[in-house]
C-alpha cells in the first residue's frame, strides 16, 4: 500500500557532506514519523533520525551535531544533510516511515521500510 524510494548517497571523503531523500508514495492518510536508520557489515540497524509530522525530531547520540533531519508533508518527503561526514558513518541507510493509509473504509497503520542506500565515507 506503501512505497519508499530513496535517493542520494554515494562516496565522499571525511570531513565533507552528503544528502538523501526519501519519497513515500501510496494510499497515504498521514505519516505520522518519517526517518532513517543505518546498518553497517557485522552491525544491527541502528537509528539516524526520525521526525514527527508536527517536527518533533529525534537523532542517535552518534550524529547528534552533525546531521540533520527535515520533512516537507505536503510532498511526503523526508530529507537528512550529513555534514562533517567520519568514517564510521559508513552504512546502508534505510528510510522509515510510520504510515497511516487507506483501506476501504478503513484507516491502518504500518511501518514501512525503503530498499537502503549505500553511504560511503572514505578516511
Known amino acids: 500500500q506503501v512505497q519508499l524510494v530513496e535517493s542520494g548517497g554515494g562516496l565522499v571523503q571525511a570531513g565533507w557532506s552528503l544528502s538523501v531523500s526519501c519519497v513515500a508514495s501510496?494510499?497515504?492518510?498521514?505519516?505520522?514519523?518519517m526517518g532513517w536508520y543505518r546498518q553497517a557489515p557485522g552491525k544491527q540497524r541502528e537509528l539516524v533520525a526520525v521526525?514527527?509530522?508536527?517536527?518533533?525530531?529525534k537523532y542517535g547520540d552518534s550524529v547528534l551535531g552533525r546531521f540533520t533531519i527535515s520533512r516537507d508533508n505536503a510532498k511526503n518527503t523526508a530529507y537528512l544533510q550529513m555534514n562533517s561526514l567520519k568514517p564510521q558513518d559508513t552504512a546502508v541507510y534505510y528510510c522509515?516511515?510510520?504510515?497511516?493509509?487507506?483501506?476501504?473504509?478503513?484507516?491502518?497503520?504500518?511501518?514501512?521500510w525503503g530498499q537502503g542506500t549505500q553511504v560511503t565515507v572514505s578516511s
Open positions: 522509515y516511515a510510520d504510515v497511516t493509509y487507506y483501506s476501504g473504509s478503513y484507516y491502518p497503520t504500518g511501518d514501512y
Open positions: 501510496g494510499n497515504i492518510f498521514s505519516i505520522n514519523v
Open positions: 521526525i514527527a509530522e508536527d517536527g518533533k525530531t
